[in-house]
């Protein structure tokens, strides 16, 4: 009996030994289990740290390359051939150079950039993307980042790659910065793309048509109906949109009419890609980039700059010229030699300063022959009685440069630096600035932009820039068409038939104006119906309409002939912007002119890019292709 119970007793022990092996064991494998997978836990957060350090890294490093675009520049310098040249101290330079960003938690990215060995490719943009169909020379750049822990090593790769592609602005029938704004009474085709970044108004009136031919994106609201006023009494017109954008086959199909008040148009799943909302606004250039005696691009890198000076009175100069109109550097100084050129006795032309002819000259207030544009003439009757005007002779003007290449610094007419020559006109007195004046620049004689002289050199292309209102009077480039660009903070028509006595014309009605062609891109900035973008903008009445896209050339006269109505055959790209900044006059009210027929089309010759005006503005558009994380490095 006390032999069982010992032996129950050491069959107890033992059980209870095993049980305690098999408890350590389990609790060994647990504390195993436990720290692996602690360490792993930790690792995956260091890998995780090590990843948002290198994605952070490169956001910040990509941000700065899209800014160098954003500011018309282009990314420059020597790229390392990858990390372990960065950790050799063989950093590249400039904007391709190794940089390291140190983060809050002691991870580290180290990034560089390496350019595309193909940059630049010229090339059409594919069906189905955003401003498909334009030229575009895209740049592409790949970013790369490498994320370490706080002794160094790497925990994560990644790599950005993107392009940036610059899109001329004059490859677009209208692009508005601001809100677009359409209310033709007449049928309007427009056959190529129309871009705004603000919103887009289809407010036809009654009876006549609105059809866009080519892709249409908004980066605002669509709205069917106009901006002024909600109601759609006497705007019930026709938009039709193609559904392809095959310009010769068009495909129109009709937006809902516009009945009762003005409604947003969300759905346009019917107009397939050619109608694209709610897109990002592109970087477009500043107005202020066309600033006369700046630093900006179209004053630095004209070909001739000829300015008429002022006093402080407002009275013109004579004291270096007998027309008060010089030829200056960069810098605004007077250049005599160009200037005594431009008034050269050989250099005659149709601007009569007392008994002489020049080919450029001035007219203000105290001339029997002088300008009144009639509405700014109704804004402001005081500042605006008479404009104050640079005149040029266009032919006269490209006669004696060929005559005198001393006005372009040695340059000749065929000078193909810019793809062309560019003329900047200016007008220097003390209103110059001030954001209503009544300071302009007139071309006339501008239907042919070349010399008539025997055997001169050919004008290859001709863009004209001033940071005033632009008079164009009569036909321009009608013949012997050049690419050639209209560039002014507003832009007038003056038709074939303009006399200046027409300017003390008291009756609208003795006003005639005759059918005229421009074939021109045309730049300008147009009034902000209500003073305001969006919603702002909305509702404030019929006489606060900025004027939309059918007066990007503003009118002066009335165009009646009896019952027939003339043509202004515009050629070319309509562009905005935004708001004058030298004009506040609205559209209306309506009592100074009548309308011609807009026979209207966009220049498809600017589709090839060895065809566009001379310096047309770019816009930029960044996007990205490829996003990857890297398990080597280079």
Avoid at 469 to 487: E, K
């Amino acid at each position: 009996m006390n032999r069982a119970a010992s032996k129950e007793q050491g069959f107890a022990l033992i059980t209870a030994l095993m049980l305690l092996g098999v408890l350590a064991a389990l609790f060994a494998a647990y504390y195993s289990l436990t720290e692996t997978e602690l360490k792993l836990v930790k690792s995956s957060k260091d890998s995780q740290s090590g990843f948002n350090a290198a994605e952070a890294g490169l956001n910040l490093r990509a941000e700065e390359i899209r800014a160098i675009f954003r500011d018309y520049d282009r990314p420059y310098g020597t790229s390392p051939t990858g990390v372990a040249d960065c950790d050799a101290g063989r950093n590249g330079s400039d904007d391709y150079i190794c940089r390291t960003y140190s983060f809050s938690n002691g991870h580290t990215a180290t990034t560089y950039v390496k350019p595309d060995a193909s940059n630049p490719l010229q090339r059409i943009i594919p069906p189905g993307e955003l401003f498909a169909g334009l030229s575009a020379q895209e740049y592409r750049y790949t970013v790369t980042s490498v994320g370490r822990n706080r002794s160094g090593s790497n925990e994560a790769i990644l790599d950005l790659t993107f392009f940036s592609r610059l899109i001329p602005l004059f490859q677009f029938a209208i692009f508005f910065q601001e809100d677009l704004e359409f209310f033709n009474g007449a049928t309007m085709t427009v056959n190529g793309p129309v871009h705004t970044n603000g919103s887009l108004y289809l407010g036809t009136q009654d009876g006549g048509t609105t059809n866009l031919t080519g892709q249409v994106s908004v980066a605002g609201t669509f709205y069917r109906g106009q901006k002024s006023q909600s109601a759609c009494t006497g705007y019930t017109g026709t938009a039709g949109i193609s559904t392809t954008t095959d310009k010769a086959h068009p495909t129109y199909v009709n937006l809902p009419s516009c009945s009762g008040s003005r409604s947003v148009i969300s759905n346009v799943t019917t107009w397939k890609d050619t109608v694209k909302l709610a897109v990002q606004p592109v970087e477009v250039p500043s107005p202020d980039g066309m600033d006369s005696f700046s630093e900006g691009e179209y004053w630095q890198r004209a070909d001739t700059r000829i300015v008429l000076r002022l006093d402080a009175s407002g009275n013109v100069l004579t004291n270096h010229s007998a027309t008060g109109v010089e030829v200056v550097d960069t810098s605004g100084n007077y250049d005599a030699t160009a200037t005594a050129a431009l008034h050269n006795a050989a250099c005659t032309g149709l601007i009569a300063e007392g008994a002489t002819n020049y080919v450029v000259g001035n007219r203000g207030p105290e001339d029997a022959q002088k300008l009144r544009l009639y509405r700014e003439y109704q804004h402001n009757a005081t500042t605006n009685n008479y404009q104050r005007t640079l005149e040029v002779d266009m032919r006269g003007l490209l006669n004696c440069i060929q005559r005198f290449p001393a006005i372009m610094g040695g340059k000749l007419l065929s000078d193909y630096t810019e793809q062309g020559l560019v003329f900047y006109f200016a007008v220097d007195g003390p209103l110059s600035s001030a954001t209503h004046n009544n300071y302009s620049v007139r071309i006339r004689n501008g239907a042919q932009l070349q010399s008539n002289i025997s055997g001169a050199a050919t004008v290859r292309g001709l863009t004209i820039v001033t940071d005033q209102g632009l008079v164009v009077w009569g036909n321009y480039n009608s013949t012997g068409w050049v690419p050639a660009a209209l560039m002014g903070d507003t832009l007038w028509l003056l038709s074939n038939s303009w006399v200046d006595t027409d300017s003390v014309e008291t009756d609208v009605y003795n006003r005639d104006g005759n059918a005229t062609t421009v074939y021109a891109a045309a730049l300008s900035g147009i009034k902000r119906t209500g003073d305001a973008n969006g919603v702002a903008g909305q509702d404030h009445g019929i006489d606060t309409n900025g004027g939309g896209a059918i007066n990007v050339f503003r009118f002066n006269e009335w165009f009646r002939v009896g019952t027939a109505i003339p043509d202004f055959t515009y050629v070319g790209s309509i562009v905005s912007l935004g708001a004058p900044r030298k004009s506040s006059s609205s559209w209306g009210p309506f009592t100074y002119y009548s309308a011609p027929n807009r026979v209207w089309s966009y220049e498809t010759r600017f589709n090839d890019p060895d065809q566009l005006p001379p310096m047309t503005p770019t816009f930029v558009y960044l996007r990205q292709e490829l996003f990857v994380r890297d398990y080597e490095l280079d």
